[in-house]
């Protein structure tokens, strides 16, 4: 089965950059669409892009279209999410998640079923 971990968060101050990285372990990572969750504080998880299976689709949240972005990089089992301008709406611990069936592109057919353990990102305002 294969293993999700996040890397990357850190604590920042508002309007700063981070890059966070998922690395998978498995052969078949190149295969799935995959996707950034985070939580927040207090808030439920949340929905931040999600990505199919080979990076040419790419979706996002509303509050993150136009400062975060997700790619990958299949030949290194790792996906991204550069953010930029953060703010501290951002603070919470990011997720990364993988599709159930393969060859997906990551849209609302998506069932997200394996996730990696976090990483806290933390933005001072």
């Known amino acids: 089965q294969e293993q999700l971990v996040e890397s990357g968060g850190g604590l920042v101050q508002a309007g700063d950059s981070l890059r966070l990285s998922c690395a998978g372990s498995?052969?078949?990572?190149?295969?799935?669409?995959m996707a950034w969750f985070r939580q927040g504080p207090g808030k439920e998880r949340e929905y931040v892009a999600s990505?199919?299976?080979?990076?040419?689709?790419?979706y996002y949240g509303d509050p993150m279209e136009g400062r975060f972005t997700i790619s990958r990089d299949n030949a290194k089992n790792t996906m991204y999410l550069q953010m930029n301008n953060l703010t501290a709406e951002d603070t919470a611990v990011y997720y990364c998640?993988?599709?159930?069936?393969?060859w997906g592109t990551g849209g609302s057919g998506a069932r997200w079923d394996y996730w990696g353990q976090g990483t806290q990102v933390t933005v001072s305002s």
């Open positions: 498995g052969s078949t990572f190149g295969k799935y669409a």
């Open positions: 998640g993988r599709d159930r069936a393969g």
């Open positions: 990505i199919n299976w080979n990076g040419a689709i790419k």
